[in-house]
Structure formats: C-alpha cells, structure tokens
C-alpha cells in the first residue's frame, strides 16, 4: 500500500496541526497521545515518510527504537511508571488507524489496565505540562 501524505501525523510533521512534543531530532519526532491509554502516552515516529513496519527504512526504524528507548526512560521517572508497554500497529487488520509508522509508548503501573483505544480524549493543558515535564526529563 502506497504511504498517503494526508494523514495526520503528517500533517503533525509539517506543523499544519499541533502536538505536544516531548523530542525532535533529524530523524524522529516524539508526541503525546490526545487519546492517551495511560498517562504520559506517546507516540515516536520517523519524519520519513513511512506507512508502517513493512515499508519503513532500516535506519528509520532504528532511530525510532532509540527514542522509544529514552522516552520510557524519561517515563518512568515523570510517571513513577512501574513499566511500558510497546505496541505499533500494521494496517487495518493488525489495528492501525493513521497510516503513518508510529511506535505507542505507554507508562504502566501494577494492577492498572490501559483504558480502551479512543475512549478518552486528554485536557489540552494536562498534555502540555506532560510534555514539558518529558522534555525536561529527556534534556537531564
Ligand atoms: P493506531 O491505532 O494507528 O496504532 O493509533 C493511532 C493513535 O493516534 C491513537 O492512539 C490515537 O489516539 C492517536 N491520534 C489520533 N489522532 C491524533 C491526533 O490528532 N494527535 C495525536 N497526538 N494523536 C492522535
């Protein structure tokens, strides 16, 4: 499947819509999740043009799997996370939604279960001190 440049996280990369940044890089650009299943949810993608894990490059996909690494990192000391969990959908059957390659980085705490996909849209102001308290930790 051919990637579509209309998608929204596209759009994110091309600052036609906002987001709340926790990293940039040349090559990455890490966001929170407006409809996040845990606090402090993210999402780290490739600024190549990418639709997922089949067509992604290499070198993108490595470079994603870094920063997915130091927001975890950063996670678990904002969020006192317990634990993350990783998960990346592949097309509609494997559960993507936006066709551009996203990694979800979620914070988990014992006995806590990740609330459903799309069933909760995060205040505007919550997700920005998040994102703050994310980049402050990504930059110590
Ligand atoms: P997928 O099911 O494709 O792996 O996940 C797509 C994710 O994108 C969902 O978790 C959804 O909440 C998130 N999402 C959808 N639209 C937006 C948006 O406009 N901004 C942000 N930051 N996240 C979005």
């Known amino acids: 499947m051919a990637y579509d440049p209309g998608n929204i996280f596209a759009k994110i990369l091309r600052g036609e819509i906002p987001a709340h940044k ?3 890089d040349d090559h990455v650009l890490a966001f929170l999740d407006i409809m996040p299943r845990a606090a402090g949810h993210a999402l780290v993608i490739p600024k190549a043009p990418a639709r997922n894990l089949l067509d992604v490059e290499a070198g993108d996909l490595a470079a994603v799997m870094a920063v997915a690494q130091r927001v975890a990192q950063a996670q678990m000391k904002v969020f006192t996370a317990e634990g993350i ?18 990694v979800h ?3 988990r705490h014992a006995g806590v279960e ?3 996909p799309l069933s909760h ?5 919550v997700l920005a001190q998040q994102a703050a308290q994310l980049r ?3 930059m110590g």
């Open 22 to 24: 926790v990293y940039e």
């Open 85 to 102: 969990t990783l998960t990346q959908h592949n097309e509609k059957a494997g559960g993507q939604e936006v066709f551009h390659l996203h």
């Open 105 to 107: 980085v979620i914070p």
């Open 114 to 116: 990740l609330l459903p």
């Open 121 to 125: 849209t995060e205040a505007p102001d």
């Open 136 to 138: 402050a930790a990504l």
